[in-house]
């Protein structure tokens, strides 16, 4: 079982910048892809970025070059860098994380707010 806690999340004015991390319960050395999500009202989650174990990476194309996310196993901790915030980057983000043994399993954390707003 992994429990994955999100923390850095919080009111930003357009243009701001904001980091989330999320911390993983266990070594993430045996997580293959960990992502975020986010979920704004009204709307179905979407994927926001992903990275694997090996480092390699992906983004919604809404937020290509504005945001980056980057994983430290050592401290068993993935981060998104969100510059050039916009008001419609408002939403609940969800941290996420997969693992393969006998079969997939999937690990969400319980959310955290962020809001672009002036």
């Known amino acids: 079982q992994v429990q994955l806690v999100e923390s850095g999340g919080g009111l930003v004015q357009p243009g701001g910048s904001l980091r989330l991390s999320c911390a993983a319960s266990?070594?993430?050395?045996?997580?293959?892809?960990m992502a975020w999500y986010r979920q704004a009202p009204g709307n179905e989650r979407e994927l926001v970025a992903g990275?694997?174990?090996?480092?390699?990476?992906n983004y919604a194309d809404s937020v290509k070059g504005r945001f980056a996310i980057s994983r430290d196993n050592a401290k068993n901790t993935v981060y998104l860098q969100m510059n050039s915030l916009k008001p419609e980057d408002t939403a609940v983000y969800y941290c996420?994380?997969?693992?393969?043994?006998?079969?997939?399993?999937?690990?969400w954390g319980q959310g955290t707010q962020v809001t672009v707003s002036s």
């Open positions: 996420y994380a997969v693992r393969f043994g006998s079969r997939q399993y999937d690990y």
């Open positions: 266990r070594s993430t050395l045996g997580i293959n892809t």
């Open positions: 990275i694997t174990s090996g480092g390699r990476t």
